[in-house]
């Protein structure tokens, strides 16, 4: 069995070909050239950012200092290091063309509530309140660390 990738760019969309075993066919699958599966399958690498996001985030609702934590000892595709993002890397992920979740179209991820993700990022000026970003509208917003909320965790390079 031959299988043969082609690769071309039609009207700014990146399309994989290939050809199958079955003479004659050939079939198209749109791919984003941003999100890359790895890890099995169980994370996506962010061309854009550099950033390794979990494929699936966290589907526990919990105070922020136990959503660090719990972060932080996490083992997601058999690898362990993972983080809370901060404020500045979850907003590389959100498109504001899109609502409900306000993710790229075509994306990879699992499960996405358009609900309110932590940050580890706390508010400069208040120690009980940090960022957060929504995923239904794609704003980022404050709130006091003792609500509940999901979170996202990342793999990668510290950013601020």
């Given at each position: 069995m031959r299988i043969v990738w082609l690769c071309c760019r039609v009207s700014a969309v990146l399309f994989s070909l290939w050809a199958g075993t079955m003479p004659?066919?050939?079939?198209?699958?749109?791919?984003?050239?941003?999100?890359v599966l790895i890890l099995d399958g169980e994370a996506v690498k962010d061309a854009v950012s550099g950033l390794v996001w979990?494929?699936?985030p966290d589907y526990v609702f919990d105070v922020w200092d136990r959503s660090i934590a719990r972060c932080a000892?996490?083992?997601v595709g058999g690898k362990q290091g993972w983080r809370a993002p901060?404020?500045?890397e979850i907003k590389t992920l959100v498109d504001l063309d899109q609502q409900d979740p306000s993710l790229p179209a075509g994306h990879p991820f699992r499960n996405i509530k358009s609900g309110i993700y932590w940050t580890a990022t706390p508010h400069p000026k208040d120690d009980i309140v940090a960022w957060q970003q929504s995923f239904f509208s794609g704003q980022a917003v404050t709130d006091?660390?003792?609500?509940?909320?999901?979170?996202?965790?990342?793999?990668?390079?510290?950013?601020?």
């Open positions: 004659g066919h050939v079939y198209a699958e749109e791919s984003s050239s941003r999100f979990e494929r699936e000892t996490k083992t901060s404020i500045d006091q660390k003792s609500g509940t909320r999901r979170l996202w965790c990342v793999l990668g390079d510290v950013r601020k």
